[in-house]
């Protein structure tokens, strides 16, 4: 029963900015760490960035500097705002998401996945 929907993704030109999002929904009991992928045709999926429950933060080092990951508990929901955008940048984004769930009285933590949002940086 637990989602992750990404939302937010699209065309922009280079040097422009997109914000992504991620909301996570169902029989939550806790979420965990939250994380941003990417995937770009031919090409392995990659970590763009990650955020824990305690806030802590990593990136990727092609993105560091212009993309910014952060999480509203209360919404439940992961953002990746992305600027400086290059064409390389274009992808398809994935979130993935530790979360805790109930289930028949039992807490069970499972690695969950978005569907992903598409990302087109080109002029």
């Known amino acids: 029963q637990v989602q992750l929907v990404e939302s937010g993704g699209g065309l922009v030109q280079p040097g422009g900015s997109l914000r992504l999002s991620c909301a996570a929904s169902?029989?939550?009991?806790?979420?965990?760490?939250m994380d941003w992928y990417r995937q770009a045709p031919g090409k392995e999926r990659e970590l763009v960035a990650g955020?824990?429950?305690?806030?802590?933060?990593n990136y990727a080092d092609c993105v560091k500097g212009r993309f910014t990951i952060s999480r509203d508990n209360a919404k439940k929901t992961v953002y990746l705002q992305m600027s400086s955008l290059k064409p390389e940048d274009t992808a398809v984004y994935y979130c993935?998401?530790?979360?805790?769930?109930?289930?028949?009285?039992?807490?069970?933590?499972?690695?969950?996945w978005g569907q992903g949002t598409q990302v087109t940086v080109s002029s």
């Open positions: 955020v824990t429950t305690g806030g802590s933060t």
């Open positions: 169902g029989n939550i009991f806790s979420i965990n760490a």
């Open positions: 993935g998401g530790e979360i805790a769930s109930w289930n028949w009285g039992i807490v069970t933590t499972n690695k969950y």
